[in-house]
């Protein structure tokens, strides 16, 4: 089971640390990846950090203002947030893949397990 959390609302410019934790599983066996989905919008990949080589993507729209990371021995990965903008307004979920020796690519969306989701609302 995935859990997201550390949303909430923020003025533009703002910085928020969203929480991806696991229980029953340990997430460094498995490709974890940030997921937002915006009011009447498209679920649309933010950021991804492979289980394999610990490399990492983003999503261009982000990409310079997020940063992704993990910490093993908390069994938690990390999106942090700066600059955030109005744009950035979504439920955010966290969710989790076993590529096997592959790592994150562009376009991956089809995660197998996926958390509750976490709400970040960014005022201008």
């Known amino acids: 089971q995935l859990q997201a959390s550390g949303g909430g609302s923020v003025q533009a410019r703002g910085s928020l640390r969203l929480s991806c934790t696991a229980s029953g599983f340990t997430l460094d066996d498995y490709t974890i990846g940030w997921i937002r989905r915006a009011p009447g919008k498209e679920r649309e990949g933010v950021s991804c950090?492979?289980?394999?080589?610990?490399?990492?993507l983003y999503a261009d729209f982000v990409k310079g203002r997020f940063t992704i990371s993990r910490n093993n021995a908390k069994n938690t990965v990390y999106l942090q947030m700066n600059s955030l903008k109005p744009d950035d307004t979504a439920v955010y979920y966290c969710?989790?893949?076993?590529?096997?020796?592959?790592?994150?690519?562009?376009?991956?969306?089809?995660?197998?397990?996926w958390g509750q989701g976490t709400l970040v609302t960014v005022s201008s």
């Open positions: 950090i492979s289980s394999n080589d610990g490399s990492t």
């Open positions: 969710a989790a893949i076993d590529l096997g020796g592959y790592g994150c690519y562009r376009g991956l969306i089809n995660y197998d397990y």
